[in-house]
């Protein structure tokens, strides 16, 4: 099977390149190394100060998380490699086009885009969201969505066939992410990203199989999109602050209780 990755330049996507290539042997990839433009208002400015002083937790557990790949993963897998970016752009169409793909597999990038989408491989395009669909989608962070919201029990994965959507494919598992409660929030994250890394590599092996699972979302719940616009000051300092909650109800059995009531769907 030929598989493409197009994957963030980020240390978990080579983690999970590596993962990948280790089981199936990867063909080609395509990084998006995106170029981060704010424009940066007198608000902003307060309240990155405020941050940086009472909640550099925050950031710190998701540079921990990435340093923690870092150092087992320092480099993608020997093979043709692009980087572009843009996802969307002619080059990276091109490129993967030039290996006619049975697989193409997104992690990390933006959204993507018709004419991408518009490759023809013969087993499809699939994608991983680092939250349970369809209950918690958008971004930028939907492990974080659900300690700031309180629906600690919606920490999870899910492993889809790719549309136009923001996380509203047709799905091909959900799995709960496992935690004990006793972690701390970068522990949380490197543990959210574990189990992702783990579902997709099981994913794959079972689209290898034939086993085409393909659930429409809205056959199982509604759910909530967030957006990158919504998470602000007061969503972070209810991240922080809901920490203690999260590993009473983990250690209390609340969690697993409360997970009784979702439906998950099974590789």
Known sequence: MRIV????NESNQRGLANKIHERFKITA????SRKHKRKLTLKKIVEKGIEKVFLG???AAWFGMLAYYDHRYPSFPKVDILDVENINSEEAFSFTNKYQPDLIIVSGTRLIRDRMLSIRASVGIINLHTGLSPYIKGGPNCTNWCIA???FHLIGNTIMWINKGIDTGNIIATEFASLTGKENLKEV???VMEDAHDLYVRSIEALGEGKLQNVPQDSIAPGITYYTKQWGLKQK???V???GKFRKAMVSGKVNRERENIRTIKL
Do not use: S, Y
């Open 5 to 8: 990755l197009w994957v963030g």
């Open 29 to 32: 990839i395509v990084t998006e």
């Open 57 to 59: 937790r925050i950031g």
């Open 149 to 151: 919201t309180n629906q």
């Open 189 to 191: 994250h490197i543990r």
């Open 237 to 239: 300092m209810a991240l």
């Open 241 to 243: 602050k809901n920490m």
